[in-house]
């Protein structure tokens, strides 16, 4: 999987709303197919980014979290 | 993208208010979603130079201690400041039209604001007119 992603979007200490807009933007840049990945630590930003990637209409390949991080993976 | 679109009134020129709205409109933003904000009375002068570092809470504001309180914490929780929010509403799309008749009230011209901010000038009519075909409307 790491070496199929395209992006990564590192939002580790970053709060609310900035992983969302950060991630939002990477999709923005991203041609269609690219694999994201976005981390971070905020704990509220890993419930909320699922919620607009659905809007969206971007299906998650995976998510989990590590110690004190979460990842989220994503196909534009 | 689903094309849903959100128009928010700052009518409030209070720091805390005006927070809210950028921090609505980049979350709409993010989600997919069209967002005008329409600053009119007191939001306006928020967009004056140095509105944003100007404008005080909307409580306890204590002749600017409560502000100063207030942006310590932010900080120390590491939260975007009113700049950075404006600015990535504006790199994400967001539009911000500017209450022309408030210009006139409160002797404000365009040289006077922000140009990196205001897309649009208009009156009510304007407003009403994209608040008419958006789904969500907000007056903060």
């Known amino acids: 999987m790491a070496d199929q992603i395209t992006t990564v979007v590192d939002c580790i200490n970053e709060n609310c709303p900035m992983p969302l807009v950060k991630t939002r933007k990477a999709i923005m840049k991203a041609n269609t197919g690219d694999i994201i990945k976005v981390i971070g630590t905020h704990p509220q930003s890993f419930d909320e980014i699922p919620l607009a990637l659905d809007s969206l209409g971007i299906k998650i390949i995976d998510k989990g979290k590590t110690n004190n991080n979460w990842y989220i993976i994503f196909q534009v | ?140």
């Open chain 2, 1 to 140: 993208m689903n094309n849903k679109k959100v128009t928010i009134i700052i009518h409030s020129g209070d720091f805390d208010k005006v927070m809210s709205a950028f921090i609505l409109g980049n979350g709409y933003l993010s989600l997919g979603l069209e967002v005008t904000l329409f600053f009119t009375f007191w939001g306006l002068k928020t967009l004056k130079r140095h509105g944003f570092s100007k404008a005080p809470l909307s409580k306890m504001n204590m002749l600017g201690l409560g502000r100063k309180m207030i942006n310590k914490k932010l900080k120390k929780h590491n939260v975007a400041s009113l700049e950075e929010l404006a600015k990535s509403f504006k790199e994400l799309g967001g539009k911000i039209i500017v209450c022309t008749m408030t210009m006139e009230l409160l002797n404000i011209n365009k040289n006077d604001l922000r140009d990196d901010l205001v897309d649009d000038y208009g009156t009510v009519g304007l407003y009403c007119v994209e608040s008419k075909k958006a789904d969500i409307n907000l007056f903060i």
